[in-house]
C-alpha cells in the first residue's frame, strides 16, 4: 500500500504552546489512507516521473528531474516549531510545512521501514526496535541488526529506491560508513548507491555532487546527531540548539548549491520528550510485572512484552493494576483489529507483542537488569505516541525553476 491521493491528515497542532512534552493519552490509530511518513518517498517519486507511483503525491509537490530528500533523525515537527528560533532556514519554510504523523511505535527502525518502502509497519514488518523472531523464538534489535535474520527475508516487499532506479533514477544514498550493507539498510531502504561521508557538511558535499551528476536524480541523506544529543542532553537542552543550528546551516547551504532544477525535501523519523528518571518504572523491582512474561521487547516508552502461553490475560491485569492511567495496556488482537500498524500480514503478526504498552504522560518504564546501561540513563525518548513523539514535518523547498 503507498499513500493515497488524498491530503496529508492534520494532527492537532498544539506545538505552539510550551515545551513539547506528552499529551494526556496516545493519539487514536492512524489513517493509513491519509497523508504520513510513509508517503513521502513515494510523493517524491511520483513528481520524479516514476510510473509505480503516478498520482502518489500528498503534499502538493512540484514536478522535478531531480530530488534531494534529508531524514533528520529526532525533528520531531513540534520540537521543531517550539525551538525554530535555532532553524531560521527552516522556520522560513514551516508555514508551508507538512505536519504528518510516522507511525505506530514512534521508532527509528520502524519509521525508516515504512519511509523507505512507502507501507505501514503492519505490511513492513518492522514493528519496533526490539522484537520477537517467532520462528528463531528469541529478540531481534531491528535497529543494530546484530545476529539479526536475512533483510530480504524478513522485509520482503520492494522498496521506493528500487523503484526509482528501475525507471530510470540515478538513486543515492549518503550517510556514515557503517550504514552500507546493514541489515537495517537492507531490509529498508535497498536500491541506491551508497555513499559514505561522516561530516554533515561533507554529506551535504557528498549529495550536492551526487545531484549534480546526473539529469534525473534521487538523493537521500541521513543525519542522526539531533536524535542523538536529544537521547543524552535531553530535547529542550542548549546542546540540542546548538546541533538544530549546525542542521538549519547545512540544509540551507545544500538548497543555496543544489541545480535550480531541484527539490529539496526535509524529513523526520519521529519527534522526542524528555522524561526524567524520578517519573520511571525500574522492572528490577517489580517482579510481580515480569510474572508470565517470556521476552522483553520494544522500549522505554512502548513496550512490547512476550507472554508465556496462556498467560497474555494475566499480563495485562497485572500491568493495568500497576501502571493506571500513565499507559495504555493493549493486547496485540486490540491492535491489530483497531489499526495501529495498518493491515498486519499474517507473516507479521507474530512480531507484535502479545501485551503492548505505550506510555502516557511524563511516564518510561525500564529494565536495569535486561536494558543496556546507555539505554536506562538516556533522558531524552520516544516510542509512544503522544503529538511530541507522533508528529513530524514535511518540509518542501521547491526548485529555483520548474521543469
Not at 540515478?170 to 548507491?193: D, K, Q
Request: hydrophobic share 40%; aromatic share 6%.
Amino acid at each position: 500500500m503507498s499513500a493515497g491521493a488524498s491530503m496529508p491528515r492534520s494532527l492537532p497542532d498544539r506545538s505552539a504552546a510550551a515545551p513539547a512534552q506528552p499529551t494526556s493519552g496516545p493519539t487514536a490509530p492512524l489513517d493509513w489512507s491519509q497523508g504520513t511518513l510513509a508517503s513521502v518517498l513515494p510523493s517524491v517519486a511520483d513528481r520524479l516521473g516514476v510510473r509505480r507511483y503516478a498520482g502518489a503525491d500528498v503534499f502538493g509537490m512540484p514536478q522535478v528531474r531531480r530530488a534531494v530528500v534529508v531524514l533528520v533523525d529526532g525533528l520531531g515537527h513540534d520540537l521543531l516549531r517550539q525551538r525554530s528560533g535555532h532553524a531560521p532556514f527552516l522556520r522560513e519554510h514551516l508555514p508551508r510545512a507538512h505536519r504528518v504523523p510516522c507511525g505506530f511505535p514512534t521508532t527509528t527502525a520502524t519509521s525508516m521501514g515504512s519511509f523507505g518502502t512507502g507501507l505501514p509497519p503492519g505490511a513492513h514488518g518492522l514493528v519496533g526496535m526490539q522484537v520477537l523472531d517467532p520462528i528463531a523464538d528469541r529478540l531481534v534489535n531491528e535497529l543494530s541488526w546484530e545476529d539479526g535474520p536475512d533483510p530480504e527475508l524478513w522485509q520482503p516487499h520492494g522498496t521506493v529506491f528500487e523503484a526509482a532506479a528501475g525507471a530510470g533514477v540515478e538513486v543515492t544514498m549518503v550517510g556514515p560508513h557503517y550504514f552500507e550493507g546493514s541489515g537495517l539498510t537492507t531490509a529498508a531502504l535497498r536500491g541506491a548507491r551508497f555513499t559514505a561521508a561522516r561530516t554533515l557538511d561533507d554529506r551535504v558535499a557528498a549529495a550536492v555532487a551526487a545531484v549534480r551528476a546526473t539529469p534525473r536524480a534521487l538523493v537521500y541523506l541521513y543525519w542522526g546527531e539531533v536524535d542523538k544529543v536529544g537521547h543524552v542532553h535531553g530535547s529542550q537542552s542548549w546542546q540540542w540548539g546548538e546541533e538544530v543550528e549546525s542542521v538549519d546551516r547545512a540544509l540551507a547551504s545544500l538548497a543555496r548549491s543544489v541545480p535550480d532544477d531541484t527539490m529539496v525535501v526535509v524529513t523526520a523519523d519521529h519527534g522526542m520528550v524528555d522524561i526524567p528518571h524520578a517519573n520511571r518504572l525500574d522492572l528490577v523491582n517489580e517482579p510481580d510485572l515480569m510474572a508470565g512474561v517470556r521476552h522483553l521487547g520494544g522500549e522505554p516508552r512502548c513496550l512490547q512484552l512476550y507472554t508465556l502461553e496462556g498467560a497474555a490475560t494475566d499480563v495485562a491485569q497485572a500491568w493495568q493494576q500497576r501502571v493506571g492511567d500513565r499507559a495504555r495496556v493493549l493486547s496485540r488482537e486490540r491492535l491489530v483489529e483497531e489499526g495501529w500498524f495498518g493491515p498486519v500480514e499474517t507473516r507479521v503478526a507474530g512480531r507484535i507483542g502479545d501485551v503492548v504498552i505505550a506510555m502516557n504522560d511524563s511516564f518510561a518504564v525500564v529494565h536495569s537488569g535486561l536494558m543496556r546501561a546507555q539505554i536506562v540513563r538516556l533522558l531524552g525518548l520516544h516510542g509512544s505516541t503522544s503529538d511530541a513523539e507522533l508528529a513530524v514535518p514535511v518540509v518542501v523547498v521547491p526548485p529555483r525553476r520548474g521543469v
